[in-house]
């Protein structure tokens, strides 16, 4: 948990460095640097809408292993030790948050701290190439309406 909080502030960090302050920029007059940064634009984007994907998942699976101890516990302070239904439907909410727990920790977790360092990388990529430059305006007129990007 503390790890992913501590990659989210570098994320935010990073992109208070992307918007940086305005002041005399450089001023890209190479085609194919202004077509680069505004690829790079694109990518960024992609992969911030799958970052807030995967922190929208990791958020939701977090809140369910919360409910699932929850019902645990009220379970467990309720039960009948005698009873064996009630055993037995104990173990399978056992179970449950077992499944839970092990798919949050692995899969959940390691799916958004990939997102995260993918989106962070594209952004130091970024900072380093583009931001705090501003194209020429003849040249952006005429790379955009033909910008092919690749697929990220």
């Known amino acids: 948990m503390r790890g992913v909080v501590i990659r989210a502030l570098s994320l ?15 001023v890209i007059k190479d ?9 790079q634009q694109q990518n960024m984007t992609t992969l911030l809408d799958a970052l807030h994907e995967r922190q929208q998942n990791y958020e939701t699976s977090q809140k369910a292993l919360a409910s ?7 379970r467990r ?26 798919a949050f920790a692995g ?13 962070n990388e594209a952004l130091a990529g970024y900072n380093g190439n583009c931001a705090g430059k501003s194209f020429d305006q003849t040249v952006y ?3 955009k309406p033909a910008l092919s990007c690749p697929k990220p």
Request: glycine share 6%; hydrophobic share 45%.
């Open 12 to 26: 935010a960090g990073m992109a208070v460095a992307w918007v940086g302050p305005a002041g005399a920029q450089e």
């Open 31 to 39: 085609p194919g640097a202004v077509g680069a940064c505004l690829c």
């Open 68 to 74: 699932l101890d929850s019902e645990l516990e009220a």
């Open 77 to 102: 302070a309720r039960m009948d030790v005698y009873n064996d239904a009630e055993i037995q439907a104990y173990k399978q909410l056992l179970q449950r948050h077992d499944d839970a727990a092990a």
């Open 107 to 119: 899969e959940v977790t390691q799916s958004y701290n990939a997102a995260i360092e993918r989106y």
């Open 141 to 143: 007129n005429t790379v």
